[in-house]
């Protein structure tokens, strides 16, 4: 079987990690979900789940991105054999308190203005994980 190497000069096409804009665009994203949940009255539910101290969280979930979407791994070297639904499994979360976490995630994304196409799978995919977190 013979292999076709592409030439050096074709151009890679951008990671998602790269569409997000790297890390600097994963924290503004997650800084702005954490803003939205710390402010706005509608999450209050979801934000009532979270330690007073949201700042841990932002760095966690800036880190959580950057590796679900191809950038560096820090987050699961940091937690050997942990999955984000493993890290979920103690959480009670509600039907209620996931709507309220896509709807803000889903809001902090156009509000940071990431691609649209992006978006949309990443809120697929989010979708898909939030509700398999339902446990009530
Ligand atoms: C949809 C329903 C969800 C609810 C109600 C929820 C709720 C929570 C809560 C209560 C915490 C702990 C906060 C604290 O200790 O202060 C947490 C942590 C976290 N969540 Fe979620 N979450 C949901 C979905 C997701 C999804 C879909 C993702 C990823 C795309 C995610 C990413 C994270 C991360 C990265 C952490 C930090 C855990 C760690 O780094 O060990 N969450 N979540």
Redesign the pocket.
């Known amino acids: 079987m013979t292999t076709t190497t592409p030439p050096a000069t074709a151009a890679k096409p951008p990671s998602l990690f790269d569409r997000i804009g790297g890390e600097a665009g994963a924290r503004l994203l997650a800084d702005r979900f954490y803003d939205l949940m710390e402010q706005q009255p509608e999450y209050a539910e979801?934000r009532a789940?979270?330690?007073p101290d949201?700042a841990?969280?932002r760095v966690?979930?800036t880190?959580?991105?950057s590796a679900?979407l191809g950038g560096p791994r820090t987050?699961f070297e940091e937690?050997p054999g942990?999955c984000?639904m493993s890290?979920?499994r103690s959480?009670d979360?509600?039907r209620e308190?996931?709507r309220?976490?896509?709807h803000a995630?889903s809001r902090a994304m156009v509000e940071t203005a990431v691609e649209p196409d992006l978006g949309q799978q990443m809120q697929q995919a989010?979708t898909r994980?939030?509700s398999a977190?339902?446990v009530r």
Request: charged share 5%.
């Open positions: 979801l789940m979270h330690a949201l841990p969280m966690s979930l880190q959580f991105l679900w987050w937690r942990a984000i890290a979920h959480m979360v509600s308190t996931a309220q976490w896509l995630m989010m994980m939030g977190m339902i």
